[in-house]
């Protein structure tokens, strides 16, 4: 409590709901943001994020893509994470090189998912209660609808979703 810190809380328009006939493009998209951006890679950007002792968190929900940085509230160390996690979620690159190894680890996440029997019902209620609707399609796709995604369906859903009027954004510092 004593440590000076800044928090940053983007909510965007850009959940499940929005995958359209792509399941998987809402998870697929925050799960590369990390991979690289406009001048960095994702080396660089871990790096950056762990040399200021940042944190960055995303979840994905039906209606909206969330992403949090806590960092410390010193201005060279918040410059840098904030720097760093705007040309993150504003420029990513979503190298080519990176998308196989992330949609395993999307396809890791789908399986252990089907494992709970909370979340098999929780998508089985939301399938019936939504049916036709896009609440009830799956929150993170399927096997399929994610390995079939090109790095072109990931930047022309960030094109879509990820910008200005889509994006609400909080800020906490003491």
Same mark, same amino acid.
């Given at each position: 409590?004593?440590?000076?810190?800044?928090?940053?809380?983007?909510? &965007?328009?850009?959940? !499940?709901?929005?995958?359209?006939?792509? $399941?998987?493009?809402?998870?697929?998209? #925050?799960?590369? *943001? /990390?991979?690289?951006?406009?001048?960095?890679?994702?080396?660089?950007?871990?790096?950056?994020?762990?040399?200021?002792?940042?944190?960055?968190?995303?979840?994905?929900?039906?209606?909206?893509?969330?992403?949090?940085?806590?960092?410390?509230?010193?201005?060279?160390?918040?410059?840098?994470?904030?720097?760093?996690?705007?040309?993150? &979620?504003?420029?990513? !690159?979503?190298?080519?090189?990176?998308? $196989?190894?992330?949609?395993?680890?999307? #396809?890791?996440? *789908? /399986?252990?998912?089907?494992?709970?029997?909370?979340?098999?019902?929780?998508?089985?209620?939301?399938?019936?209660?939504?049916?036709?609707?896009?609440?009830?399609?799956?929150?993170?796709?399927?096997?399929?609808?994610?390995?079939?995604?090109?790095?072109?369906?990931?930047?022309?859903?960030?094109?879509?979703?990820?910008?200005?009027?889509?994006?609400?954004? !909080?800020?906490?510092?003491?």
């Amino acid at each position: 409590p004593q440590l000076p810190m800044f928090d940053i809380r983007l909510s &965007v328009a850009a959940g !499940s709901c929005r995958d359209g006939d792509q $399941p998987g493009a809402a998870f697929l998209t #925050i799960s590369m *943001l /990390d991979e690289g951006a406009t001048g960095l890679d994702a080396g660089q950007i871990a790096q950056a994020f762990e040399g200021t002792g940042a944190l960055l968190q995303t979840h994905l929900g039906i209606d909206h893509a969330t992403l949090s940085l806590r960092c410390l509230s010193e201005a060279a160390q918040r410059d840098s994470a904030v720097d760093t996690f705007a040309r993150m &979620v504003g420029q990513p !690159s979503f190298p080519q090189s990176s998308i $196989p190894q992330v949609k395993g680890q999307c #396809i890791d996440v *789908l /399986d252990a998912r089907e494992q709970s029997p909370n979340y098999r019902l929780q998508r089985q209620i939301y399938q019936h209660l939504y049916a036709g609707h896009p609440y009830g399609y799956p929150r993170y796709g399927d096997r399929a609808g994610i390995t079939a995604l090109t790095r072109e369906d990931l930047l022309a859903f960030h094109k879509q979703h990820y910008s200005a009027p889509n994006v609400s954004i !909080s800020l906490n510092s003491r």
